[in-house]
């Protein structure tokens, strides 16, 4: 059973790695971040290291990510109208 969940964490983390990569939305390239996050730490606690794995989520995808959003937000880079050139 192992293998299998290894082999769906792996893809699922590839995926969402490609997708946070080749998205024009800086929003859901933040997202797609965060869901990269979430396979590694499958990936931890497949490998038995728990502590690894909540400190990913903590850390990175709880504080770093948010500050992504923060400041992705703040600078209004999600916005179309803002990189209009006149």
């Given amino acids: ?3 299998y969940i290894f082999w769906f964490l792996s893809v699922w983390a590839l995926f ?3 997708m946070m990569v080749t998205s024009r939305n800086p929003v859901y390239s933040v997202l797609w971040l965060i869901s990269t ?7 931890y606690i497949l490998l038995n290291a728990q502590f690894l794995a ?3 989520i903590i850390v990175y995808a709880g ?9 992705i937000m703040l600078l209004g880079v999600d916005r179309v109208e803002n990189l209009r050139t006149e």
Avoid: R
Avoid at 37 to 43: L, M, P
Avoid at 63 to 71: E, N, P, S, W, Y
């Fill in 37 to 43: 996050f979430f396979a590694i730490s499958g990936h």
């Fill in 63 to 71: 504080a770093i990510v948010v500050l992504f959003l923060f400041v």
């Fill in 16 to 18: 969402s790695a490609l």
């Fill in 54 to 56: 909540v400190v990913n």
């Fill in 1 to 3: 059973m192992t293998p």
